[in-house]
T-cell receptor, first 117, second 109 residues
């Protein structure tokens, strides 16, 4: 059973550049959420995608955008990178159809560590 | 919004010792998960426990939803238990998980 996979594992970008991170959900899961984890803190919710639409968004600027594909995989795009965007970006997948809204066990990928210089 | 507080923030144990980690939350939840974050950053699922008690080997967890807290018990700790333990909660009205700030555990040989 394939778990959640993310790519790349590490990335170094320059201020002002754009970055795309990728996530494939756990087999059988249809919902993908993205989280940002700054050093020494807990993960913070960015947004969630279900049925190729953004369902909910956390307190992040419009520079952060996403997409979900028909095979349920997802991308996180960040434009105009700032030094403060340096963080571990985590993808989580859930099975919304089976377990209903709000009652879902989330599984996380290994993360993408983004460094902005 | 809902607040999630974990205690203690840091914990140092000798191998073989037992410990209890606590998670308090400020509102009703219908999803509560415990995770172990390994040194490479991956969040490993320990328990999905919105209520009740579960056990998995040396680990067990109890959530008392009516009193808004959850406990994670680690018995006979091993050096491989080191890392950060997170509690995360979800609510009916929201799709997201809200994480506490974590408990950083170091188990010394």
């Amino acid at each position: 059973d394939a778990g959640v996979t993310q790519s790349p594992t590490h990335l170094i970008k320059t201020r002002g550049q754009q970055v795309t991170l990728r996530c494939s959900p756990k087999s059988g899961h249809d919902t993908v959420s993205w989280y940002q984890q700054a050093l020494g803190q807990g993960p913070q919710f960015i947004f969630q995608y279900y049925e190729e639409e953004e369902r909910q968004r956390g307190n992040f600027p419009d520079r952060f955008s996403g997409h979900q594909f028909p095979n349920y995989s997802s991308e996180l795009n960040v434009n105009a990178l700032l030094l403060g965007d340096s963080a571990l970006y985590l993808c989580a997948s859930t099975d919304m159809w089976r377990q209903g809204v709000g009652n879902t066990e989330a599984f996380f990928g290994q993360g993408t560590r983004l460094t902005v210089v | 919004g809902i607040q999630v507080e974990q205690s203690p923030p840091d914990l140092i144990l000798q191998e073989g010792a037992n410990s209890t980690l606590r998670c308090n939350f400020s509102d009703s939840v219908n999803n509560l998960q415990w995770f172990h974050q390994n040194p490479w950053g991956q969040l490993i699922n320990l328990f999905y426990i919105p209520s009740g008690t579960k056990q998995n080997g040396r680990l067990s967890a109890t959530t008392v939803a009516t009193e808004r807290y959850s406990l994670l018990y680690i018995s006979s700790s091993q050096t491989t238990d080191s890392g950060v333990y997170f509690c995360a909660v979800g609510m009916d009205s929201s799709y997201k998980l809200i994480f506490g700030s974590g408990t950083r555990l170091l188990v010394r040989p």
